[in-house]
Each structure stands twice: as C-alpha cells, then as structure tokens.
C-alpha cells in the first residue's frame, strides 16, 4: 500500500490545529459530525488510530520532538499582539481625551476671569425722567463671578479701639458681582483679613451707596451696622453685635426695626453710631429723599426730615457723617454735603435739643454736586481741653472739566475753616468712585494701577496736618 496516500492523514497540521480549536471552544459538546471520519478497519491496522474521545495524537507527537506552537507570555503570539494593541489604543485615547480636558477647562478658566471685569449696567431708565446712575441687574445668590473690587465702588469705614488694647479698621465696599465685603485690620496681627457681608445680589443694587457705623456698649462690646440699596432703591441694614469684627455673613442679621424707606436713585448714605462713651447716644442713618429737595433720616425707630430751612442739597450730593466728641452734656453730629448753591456744607445737629438742634455752615470749597465725601473729627470739642477740635473733609473731583486731580482737603482749626488745596499723595484717586474715611484719620479710595483697581488706605498725622500713603488693602476673596 502506498503510505504516502494516508500521510495527510497523520501529519495534517492544520486540520488537526483546526480541530484543538474546535475542542478548545466546545469542550463540553461531543458532537463531532462535521469532522472527518478515521476509518478503523483491518486494512489501516498500520496507521495511529485516533479517537475521538481525547485527541491524544497531536499532543504525543509534539511531545515526541515537533516544535511547539509559538506563544509570548502564556499567550499564542498572534491574541497576544491583538491584545497588546487593543490595550495600547485605549491608553492612548484616554490621554487624548485626558489632554482635551484639561485644555478646555483650563480655555474656559482663562476665559472666565479675563472677561467678567465689565460690570453689567442698564441702559433703560425705569421711567423717561429718573436718570440711572447703576445697573438694578441681578444675578441668584452665591454666584462669584468676578471677584474684582468695582471700580466705582462706594466706600465705607469705621475703627474702634477693643478690649485688649489693638486698633482694628473695617472697610466696606463692593466687587464686580456685586457682593458686598468688608476688609478688617487689626493691629495685633497687621494684616488684612477680607470676609463676605452678603451675596444676595437681588437685594443688593450694582454701584449702591454703603454706609457704616458702630455703637458702643463697652470696651468688649459693639454693634456694628451695614446699610446699602437695593435694585428698587429701598434701604437695606444688616448688624452684628461681638467684640471683634464679623467674620463670615452668618454673623450678620437683618436689621428688623429698620423700616421700608426708599431712596433717591442718586442718594448717597450715611450712618451714626454712638463711637464711644462720650459720643451722642443713638443711632442715625441719612439719605436724599426721592424729591431732591431734602435729607430724611432714621432714629432707629420713626423717619425725620432735616429741616427745609438749611441749605437744600445739591440733586445726587455726596455725604459724610462725623461725631463730635464732647465731655459737656451737649453732644453733636456733623454732616457735609454739596448745597444746590454748589458750597460745601456743614449741617450740624445738636441731639439734646433734639429737632431744634440743626443748623449749617457754608465751607469755602465748591466741590462738584456729585463728588465723594469722606470726613473725620479729631480731639474734643470742648473749652477746656487744651488740644482743640480738628475737623478734616476731603471730597472727589468727579467733573470732568475740572484740572485738579486727587482730593481736595477743607479743614477746621482753632483759625477756623480753610480750604487748604488738592492732597497730592491722592492724586491717584478715581475721581468717580467713593472715598471714607474713619475717626482714626484713616482715609480710604479707589486708585488704578496697571490696569487695576485697588483700595488704597492713608492717614493723617496730628503733628503735622499731612497725609502719609499706607499701601494697598487686601481686597482678595479666597475660596
């Protein structure tokens, strides 16, 4: 018989390969009719037989010298490579969509705080004849935004002295979104620390008037008021009573005496606390009545008016508060203001003569009907203190016609009232936003540098009547 008709028989290679693949994939299945058939008869005694039961045959004779099928790592080359490449194409992927990521949310970031630094402003006045100074735009509370300080931020500030002997400073101002902060100083630790009074900006009107005061209980304890409009130009007040400074806006509370009173659209705020032990006991907030013709203010219980027969304010004026210390029983309040004559004016009201206790002084200065003013008191105004009351008040120059940069200086001495010219370590001020100033002769403002707005403090010194540039308040809102 001619062996080499059954050779394929026993050394087909592939068959049998493709027969253990077969096994391999339905080992638990014994159907094998699509195999071929071994035929077992007399006549092939001579050749291996091969059952269909396990298949020995390929497995003995590679055992017996024929090479083994290539594998890497376990695995026949051919999955392997397959495999490796699958896993090679996912790795590489997940970096690509990784590094796009990362790209676009660092664009977005980038973007983010390069284009928020333009505050929103209505362009429609709510009615063809009230004129709009800022936007009433609203955004939900806790949206950040831009955290940059306005730069037409009004400004607010009052100092205290607290238990333990440091000086403390609060400012407050507003950002870009329209938040409300407040920056604190104290001197024991010579750092500025910055802290959130509201975010609620739909109660909080964009470019709003701030005002401030404090009200002394005793060296450990104070209250201290914010107050602010709203975009409907009503007055909004938040307190908080400790013997330090707030620190977060949970301290704060809504000032529940604090009636619904509305505001001229233009109207600036000012607020009076009693400062310390020998000031005027009461409290006072001030504002332009919606007709222009005259200031209002509360007591903490009932709406005032000052009287008609002082000089009527000037539409849109700036105000200023100063206590007047005395250690007699009379004890004053002074405000200033820009009269619609266009003079500087000093409304000074007695509290122990209650509603008969005002009269004005006209100052010899004639700042802009809209300038900023900011005003401090220094020393007791008393006879028989050797050290006589100095009066400092500062004001803007916000017309644009105008030559003189900076602030202009109004000051009272025992010579009297003088306008002693433009402070030129101010002259960085910009000239349409708010200055204050509190009773530690402490003088805050707006500056650009570099593209950038900053609060910038000052102070005055007794000895010699100048003003010194402190630096840069921290403005930075931290996460």
């Known amino acids: 018989m001619d062996q080499s008709k059954y050779s394929t028989l026993e050394v087909n290679e592939r068959a049998q390969s493709e027969h253990g693949k077969f096994l391999s994939q339905n080992q638990a299945n014994s159907q094998h009719g699509n195999m071929p058939e071994v035929d077992n008869r007399g006549h092939h005694d001579n050749l291996p037989q091969v059952p269909y039961s396990d298949l020995p045959e390929p497995v003995r004779r590679e055992a017996e010298g024929n090479s083994k099928i290539p594998t890497i790592c376990g695995m026949r080359r051919k999955p392997f490579w397959i495999l490796l490449g699958v896993i090679l194409a996912i790795l590489i992927i997940a970096g690509l969509v990784g590094g796009l990521a990362g790209g676009l949310s660092a664009s977005k970031s980038k973007s983010s705080s390069s284009s928020g630094s333009t505050p929103t402003t209505s ?279 105008t030559n003189n940069a900076g602030t202009t200086i109004t000051g009272f001495t025992s010579s009297g009232w003088a306008n002693d010219g433009t402070a030129s370590i101010m002259s960085s001020v910009v000239p349409d936003a708010g200055i204050a100033a509190n009773q530690a002769g402490r003088v805050y403002g707006i500056r650009e540098e570099d593209g950038e707005f900053q609060l910038v403090e000052w102070t005055w010194s007794e000895g010699s009547g100048v003003y010194g540039l402190v630096g840069v308040v921290n403005t930075t809102v931290t996460s």
Not at 167 to 195: G, I, K, P, R
Not at 282 to 309: K, R
Not at 369 to 392: E, M
């Open 123 to 401: 362009t429609t006045p709510t009615t063809p004849t009230t004129p709009i100074t800022a936007s009433n735009s609203t955004s939900s509370p806790n949206d950040t935004g831009n955290t940059s300080i306005l730069s037409t931020t009004r400004l607010g500030s009052v100092n205290f002295t607290d238990a333990a002997g440091y000086d403390n400073y609060l400012v407050f101002y507003q950002l870009e979104n329209q938040h409300l902060y407040q920056s604190a100083y104290n001197s024991s630790w010579q750092n500025w620390t910055v802290s959130l009074v509201t975010d609620d900006t739909s109660n909080i009107k964009n470019g709003t008037p701030i005002a401030c005061d404090l009200y002394w209980h005793s060296i450990s304890r104070w209250d201290f008021h914010v107050y602010w409009l709203n975009p409907a130009n009503v007055i909004q007040g938040r307190i908080w009573g400790g013997s330090v400074a707030a620190t977060s806006p949970d301290n704060w509370t809504i000032v529940d005496s604090l009636g619904t009173y509305t505001a001229a659209s233009t109207s600036s705020l000012v607020a009076y606390g009693r400062e310390c032990e020998d000031c005027l006991n009461t409290n006072l907030l001030f504002w332009e009545d919606p007709s222009s013709n005259y200031i209002n203010y509360w007591d903490g219980s009932v709406q005032e008016a000052v009287p008609t027969n002082l000089s009527s304010p000037a539409n849109g004026t700036g105000l200023a508060l100063a206590p007047v210390r005395t250690l007699g029983n009379a004890k004053f309040i002074t405000i200033y203001l820009t009269s619609k004559a266009g003079n500087l004016t000093q409304y000074v009201y007695n509290g122990v003569r209650d509603k008969d206790g005002w009269y004005n002084v006209t100052l010899p200065t004639s700042p802009d009907k809209s300038a900023s003013i900011a005003a401090f008191t220094y020393n007791y105004n008393d006879t028989s203190t050797t050290s006589p009351a100095v009066f400092q008040v500062l004001n803007t120059h916000p017309d644009a016609n």
